[in-house]
């Protein structure tokens, strides 16, 4: 059994989704065109906007909610094969669940990544530089006796970059494998993600979705239920969510 969670299940944690009716992107469709790494490599503007919003974000400190620890609570069972989230912010491991079982396809903001050295930071320790005025920071990084100063970014996938590979082929060959599998929260628009669940359903598996809007697989699933997600998931998966 494989699940795949999208953005619908941290937004009860206060993380805003990006198509839903409350979107980031719905909201302001600008805003899609720049999570694209050309534009963020190319524009100091919107490198200070972006380390701007994750210092806020930081600020905000969001929890897991019922539907992560539902998540976890259903793990115990020994069911779950895989949990495969496109979300960044660590709540699937901050609620408990395993490391072993999570694949992050879209990487992590944990993390910050030096686009030219590859050097990999502690996300805080960046945002301490851009409390503290810095507010677009490069890399600090010894390369040859001299700071590297290549552009930084968080360790989260933008469009125009790869998916970890190593990440994405076992999320691929679980998919490929599963005898059920369960989205969650997920629009199933982004692919190479979304190309999972053809994968899973042409070699036999179960589908179940679990999302407050329509996808384009819904037609296709033996299940489809509507709901706030953290209040359904519990029940759909017959765990309590309060573990």
């Known amino acids: 059994m494989v699940v795949i969670t999208g953005a619908g299940v941290s937004t009860a944690s206060g993380i805003p989704d990006y198509r839903g009716p409350e979107g980031v992107w719905t909201k302001d469709p600008a805003a899609e065109r720049l999570s694209n790494i050309d534009a963020y490599v190319g524009s100091g503007e919107i490198r200070v906007g972006a380390w701007r919003r994750a210092l806020d974000e930081r600020a905000i400190s969001a929890q897991p909610n019922e539907a992560h620890r539902a ?127 053809p994968k899973a359903t042409s070699r036999g598996a179960r589908l179940v979705i679990i999302n407050a809007e329509p996808t384009p697989f819904d037609d296709e699933a033996d299940v489809v239920v509507r709901g706030d997600i953290p209040t359904v998931l519990g029940r759909v998966l017959g765990v309590g969510a309060s573990n």
């Open 71 to 197: 998540l976890v609570a259903f793990e115990s069972t020994g069911k779950l094969t895989a949990l495969v989230t496109q979300n960044v912010d660590g709540l699937h491991a901050a609620a408990g669940s395993s490391p072993a079982l999570v694949i992050e396809v879209h990487g992590n903001s944990r993390m910050t990544r030096c686009l030219r050295c590859g050097a990999d930071t502690p996300t805080t320790v960046i945002l301490e530089r851009v409390a503290a005025g810095d507010p677009d920071p490069h890399c600090s990084a010894l390369v040859l006796d001299a700071p590297c100063g290549g552009i930084l970014k968080t360790a989260d996938v933008s469009f125009g970059q790869p998916l970890p590979e190593r990440d994405f082929a076992r999320a691929e060959y679980l998919a490929k494998t599963c005898d059920l599998l369960i989205c969650v929260g997920s629009t199933l628009m982004v692919r190479p993600v979304s190309g999972l669940v």
